[in-house]
Nanobody, 123 residues
Framework: QVQLVESGGGLVQAGGSLRLSCAAS????????MGWFRRAPGKEREFVTA????????YYADSVKGRFTISRDNAKNTVYLQTYMLKPEDTAVYYC????????????????WGQGTQVTVSS
């Protein structure tokens, strides 16, 4: 099993930034891909970004390209989501996820999920 714990969410004004963290524990050697998803009020969960654990290959949703950056620290078993130029439409609960395979935006292919951290962007 793998446990994921997100942190770093909060309230920020439009145009601001936040850095979210996702700390993994347990059988972390089984992780191949780490991803971030989000769910806004009344909307479906959507893919944000993902990174392969070893090779550093990244994937981004078009809506966040150029504004969000995913990175990893293998020594700390932690993945980060640096957000810039936040918009009110970025308001959502952000979830960290881990997959045993190389996967991209398909949430169904992720094996483990965190509890989520709230990001609220005020206009």
């Amino acid at each position: 099993q793998v446990q994921l714990v997100e942190s770093g969410g909060g309230l920020v004004q439009a145009g601001g930034s936040l850095r979210l963290s996702c700390a993994a524990s347990g059988r972390t050697f089984s992780i191949y891909t780490m991803g971030w998803f989000r769910r806004a009020p009344g909307k479906e969960r959507e893919f944000v970004t993902a990174i392969t654990w070893s090779g550093g290959t990244t994937y981004y949703a078009d809506s966040v390209k150029g504004r969000f950056t995913i990175s990893r620290d293998n020594a700390k078993n932690t993945v980060y989501l640096q957000t810039y130029m936040l918009k009110p439409e970025d308001t959502a609960v952000y979830y960290c996820a881990a997959a045993k395979l190389r996967v991209g935006p398909n949430a169904k292919l992720y094996d483990y999920w965190g509890q989520g951290t709230q990001v609220t962007v005020s206009s």
